[in-house]
């Protein structure tokens, strides 16, 4: 069974930081691309960043150079250390599982994380 797990959200002031984690149970991390996505209120699901087998790494332009994906093949948790954090970062965040050609779609990934909060006050 494929379990992914995120925690790490919260609530904190604009120019704050997080980081987030997904715990994977059921499924190797570095043999899939994994990715981070998000959903506000009344807006459709997102890809904010993503990370391939081979480790490249890639992001929406709205986060590059304040987002950082990253993962621990050993522990087999991704991150997402979020610095900078904006009021237009509010939203829920999800990690999701794919194979290697998996890119931005929500329908390339296939196993979901239930996500966790993340609201940033201005």
């Known amino acids: 069974q494929v379990l992914l797990v995120e925690s790490g959200g919260g609530s904190v002031q604009a120019g704050g930081s997080l980081r987030l984690t997904c715990a994977v149970t059921?499924?190797?991390?570095?043999?899939?691309?994994m990715g981070w996505f998000r959903q506000a209120p009344g807006k459709e699901r997102e890809g904010v960043a993503r990370i391939t087998g081979d480790g490249s790494a890639s992001y929406t332009d709205s986060v590059k150079g304040r987002f950082t994906i990253s993962r621990d093949n050993a522990k087999n948790i991704l991150y997402l250390i979020m610095n900078s954090l904006k009021p237009e970062d509010t939203a829920m965040y999800y990690c999701?599982?794919?194979?290697?050609?998996?890119?931005?779609?929500?329908?390339?990934?296939?196993?979901w994380g239930q996500g966790t909060q993340v609201t940033v006050a201005s």
């Open positions: 059921g499924y190797t991390i570095s043999s899939y691309s």
């Open positions: 999701a599982a794919g194979p290697l050609s998996a890119y931005w779609f929500v329908s390339d990934y296939r196993y």
